[in-house]
């Protein structure tokens, strides 16, 4: 159920001592072939952390041996000097893979991913041993991979997709900075169907479109956010390109509900439904305004159906639509239609986890889904208190 | 200090029972004259309030012989009822100040702001007697008029700035859905200067560009903002337009000034000053951006001079910089130098309520400052609770 259930993957997670809890910390996914195809998508922030310039050149080239991911430290906002550690990460990994095994590896076929604190150096007194011990742990360890990328998750996430005769494996991280038009966390997906670096490319940027480019918890946008899919081949099997997306989108979609549902400090798992929008860019704009508001986050973390927070944050987009034709329904009670007050709001019962926010802005036949979470105490406390 | 300082104007609040508090929630100014000019400005939410609907229509016709206030509900996404009952408090003020007074008002002459829960019709059996007792105790009673437009805010704001033989006074309330791009919260200023509404336009327009529409407090955009200006030319002298803005935008500034440190469960004042941008508009963008980061926000609650945040808060803008040249100072210390770690953030003292954010992009000479607040439990609290 991890990133080695498709064939042609071994993995390691090991402690490095990056991390002040003493866990894992230290994780690799190694792709054996035959094939070593790889596609990426990563954050929009213009301030990039190293890792991330580094492994957009790294997927430039098309072919991927092998990604290793820290925790326990960002390297973002930590100039030439932050690069050159990601630079001699990957000139390591690729010299204990060589030394450890049969084929030649370049830096240049590895990937690096780091996430945690943002604008300090890492220890690479501690991470250098921590990936040759990596190396020699390589085995069906997909789990503990999954575990050593955890920040302030509480559980680690990880996914597995069947196709016919071939798998998508995947796993992920991320529970705040959580936010929009990217991938918005660490995430390594894995197939061992055969597709080239353009097929992977395309099913990729169709799949995170829909789902982690919809999933915004907080509004804030990481410097390091990664989403990588490895394809070794190893099944012989070759999907239609409509097969692999379906399959890969699917597992980005459960990764992308165990994000929201580990959400920092979150109580509430809250899908906004825009319906009849002119566009589906409307529909988007729409359900990330309503998901970016601290006033209807703050309600909805009190049980409140407070709809006129709801129909306030849509006046703020520039969307297709009249104020007063719209509707919108808080768990399926219709609270409020032609922008006035309609059914009873103490109808709807937000005792429960889950919400779902329809509005309907009468516009169009175009419709998108928003994912976000509430904003509660425990999210303030988590975020005051996450650096000291 | 307060609305009833400049000559020719006269105020009142009364108690008509719309908050449960038991509180004045009816405020009236009236300009006696010798003129009546105006000037507006008004939220760019696309969902308007029926009270801004009128006010707009009312403004444009550039005279207005009254205002009249209420708290305890926004009469917003009300319908076409909330217009008429807003039409019907214009109408009412109007013949109770016919009635009482040597001058005929018409309705087309009273502006209207109302403030509080949205969604809700306003009790026009208890606000029309209100209005009919606010015309009875009309005076010098700027201050009360100013508690009864109060909601959450914990005290009222008046300002009060001296010109050469007139003065410009004013009120405000706002604590909550304090944003951007526009008024953010109900204000009325007054002059005993002489102008027309041209130039009242002008000089507001000038004077909310860089007060009110700098404060982002939470990045909520109400459906309500609304910013009067009202000049009686009372005093008989005729300021140019130079010196009438100044003094405008100083009576601002200090309204802008107390709504920040009041605004709902803040324990931090925060000026980010943005400098070295390529123009105004790139500085603004860069505050903006860091001032509704809920991870810079949350951080500053805690006392960490978290820069990192900062530094991914301002990649998500279009403005002119490289990520390798920005630095940024926490209360002086400069804490992030060329995009990477420089002073110890050991030295930055976050315990006081006063915190200046310096940003320099070195992409040019412009400059801008932007207000706001930090994220704190007490914002939370406030608004869950609010509307149950």
């Not at 990936?131 to 998750?153: F, K, Q, Y």
């Not at 429960?352 to 998108?368: F, K, M, N, P, Q």
């Amino acid at each position: 159920m991890t990133v080695t259930t498709p064939e042609g993957f071994r993995a390691a997670g090991v402690a490095a001592g990056l991390k002040t809890s003493g866990g894992p910390d230290v994780a690799l996914v190694v792709n054996e072939g035959p094939d070593t195809a790889v596609a990426g998508v990563f954050t929009t922030n213009r301030v990039k952390a190293a890792p991330v310039l580094w492994s957009q050149q790294v997927v430039q080239g098309g072919s991927v041996r092998a990604v290793v991911l820290n925790s326990g430290g960002a390297n973002a906002c930590t100039g030439p000097a932050g690069f050159q550690d990601t630079h001699a990460t990957a000139e390591h990994t690729a010299a204990a893979l060589t030394s450890a095994n049969a084929y030649q590896v370049g830096a240049g076929e590895v990937a690096v991913c780091s996430t945690g604190l943002i604008g300090e150096r890492l220890p690479m007194d501690r991470l250098l041993p921590g990936v040759t011990a990596a190396v020699e742990s390589l085995g069906d360890h997909g789990g503990v991979a999954a575990e050593a990328i955890m920040t302030t998750d509480t559980r680690p996430k990880t996914t597995v997709v069947s196709g016919a005769g071939w798998t998508v494996g995947g796993m992920a991280k991320g529970a705040g900075m959580l936010a929009p038009a990217m991938a918005t966390m660490l995430c390594v997906l894995t197939t061992d169907a055969v597709a080239g670096p353009a097929t992977l490319d395309a099913v990729l940027r169709a799949a995170t479109r829909v789902t982690f480019d919809r999933v915004d918890s907080d509004g804030c946008m990481s410097t390091n956010d990664t989403v990588l899919l490895l394809a070794s081949g190893a099944s012989g099997v070759t999907p239609s390109e409509a097969e692999l997306a379906s399959a890969v989108t699917a597992a980005c979609h459960d990764l992308a509900r165990q994000l929201l549902a580990d959400a920092e400090g979150a109580t509430k798992e809250i899908a906004i439904e825009v319906v009849g929008a002119a566009d589906e860019d409307d529909a988007v704009e729409v359900g990330r305004s309503v998901a970016r508001n601290n006033l209807v986050k703050t309600a909805l973390f009190g049980n409140d159906p407070n709809w006129g927070r709801i129909l306030a944050a849509v006046g703020t987009t520039a969307a297709a639509f009249e104020p007063d034709a719209v509707d919108v329904a808080v768990k399926g009670i219709w609270v409020c239609r032609s922008g006035a007050a309609a059914e009873d709001r103490s109808k709807v019962d937000l005792s429960g986890r889950d919400v779902t926010i329809r509005i309907d802005l009468h516009a169009g036949a175009a419709e998108a889904t928003v994912w976000t979470n509430d904003l509660s105490h425990a999210y303030v406390h988590e975020n005051s208190a996450y650096s000291t």
